[in-house]
């Protein structure tokens, strides 16, 4: 069982930055891959980003590709999402997820935080 927590959401400007942290219970952190989704209103969950368990790969959504950079640090049990040139489009709640792929299809994660508004004003 793995619990995660989604913390450094808040409202931005358009340009600015802000980091996202997920923070993750349970002494098997390392061995997940994570994932980084988001929601808009009205709109479908959509992937953002995704790390495997050793952070040797990461896979990135093409809008966010350039200007976010997903990372963990398995001794801190957590995983992180540095975002960059932020747009009003990238307007929306964003979760955090463990699973055993790193992938882009929501159903292969297994665990979810409770997610972190992001709000990016123009």
């Known amino acids: 069982q793995v619990q995660l927590v989604e913390s450094g959401g808040g409202l931005v400007q358009a340009g600015g930055s802000l980091r996202l942290s997920c923070a993750a219970s349970g002494r098997t952190f390392s061995s997940y891959a994570m994932g980084w989704f988001r929601q808009a209103p009205g709109k479908e969950r959509e992937f953002v980003a995704a790390?495997?368990?050793?952070?040797?790969?990461?896979y990135y959504a093409d809008s966010v590709k350039g200007r976010f950079t997903i990372s963990r640090d398995n001794a801190k049990n957590t995983v992180y999402l540095q975002m960059n040139s932020l747009k009003p489009e990238d307007t929306a709640v964003y979760y955090c997820?463990?699973?055993?792929?790193?992938?882009?299809?929501?159903?292969?994660?297994?665990?979810w935080g409770q997610g972190t508004q992001v709000t990016v004003s123009s």
């Open positions: 997820a463990a699973g055993y792929i790193a992938t882009m299809s929501a159903l292969q994660y297994d665990y």
């Open positions: 790390i495997t368990w050793s952070g040797g790969s990461t």
